[in-house]
């Protein structure tokens, strides 16, 4: 069946059930196939098993449509959809939202994992709980090969804290753990209202920072000190990636972009604040603490400035004699 969606025809496998889901798992993928199984095991292997599951594939050249349709075959609550071509990961990481049909709704990177108490735990939460939006537990950060490196602890977005006290930290830049949360559980319908409404970025790049700032001010976010979650740190995740691919340009476009990369993030955090309902006093209480971060942000970086612009310059050397090297190497030459 063609569908037609974010200005790009694609294809949607016929797998669809007639009844609708308590809960919604989009995961966004392009090339996964490395990881996808993973992901695709643990929703399996959840405790709650009234859900389905839309995987938005962006034109993957590898095996990833095989081992998904693998899954449908086996499994009504599996949706496969392909995009003709590559549409970016931002609108991808929409189209999963916008197909949703339950009442809850979560991303899942292709590269994380489930723990099977995840949809449980969370759905119970949000059930109990109905001025949160979203609810996320802490996460196990693992590496590529899939080894434990550290855990993070969502310590701002405890429920014991006032939500005042969390809702800061969704206007501070630079944040501390706070946008793990977009990983968490949220309401399908208050969602999907919000990634509608984003505007069309050049990138996806701090993507997060921008959705959940609107998040926080459609209800509260919390987090429960349990591991719900597993998060892949590896040199081929969307991060790294983009981070790399920031390497390549010129030292002073690479100066010029971040820059201007962090003005537009912070400027539409205070916008998106400052427009918002909240009362006048509140937003002036926010207003201040992110000044104030703001200012401790900037002192740190004065400091550490001599240093880092040091290893620029020598990175970029660095950058040319190897490029000076290849060339004078290369048999043309």
Known sequence: MELKGLGQHFMISEN?????????????VFNGEKYIQGALDSILAQTFADFEVIISDNASDDDTQLICERYCARDP??????QKTNIGAGANFVAVAE???????SWLAHDDSLMPEFLETAVGYLRRNKAVVIVAG???????AGAWLRTEALSTLRESLDWPARLVRFFEYPSVDCHFSLYGLTRTETCQRIVQSMPQYRSSWE?????????????EIASIPVVLRKYRFHYTSDSVTMGRDQSKRSLIL???NRFRDRFETRSEQLRVLISSQLP???KLEILGQVFMRYVRF????????PRRTLNLFRSEAGVRRSARGATSSSPDA
């Open 298 to 305: 900037f002192v740190q970086e004065q400091r550490t400035l």
């Open 280 to 282: 006048a006093r509140l």
């Open 16 to 28: 669809t059930t007639q009844s609708i889901p308590s809960v919604s798992i989009g995961i966004p």
């Open 77 to 82: 609550r599996f949706r496969y959809i392909r």
């Open 207 to 219: 993507y997060d920072v921008r959705l959940m700032c609107r998040f926080a001010l459609k209800g």
């Open 99 to 105: 197909a949703a049909r339950g009442e809850f709704f």
């Open 254 to 256: 690479r100066v010029l």
């Open 138 to 144: 802490d996460f196990h950060i693992m590496n590529e």
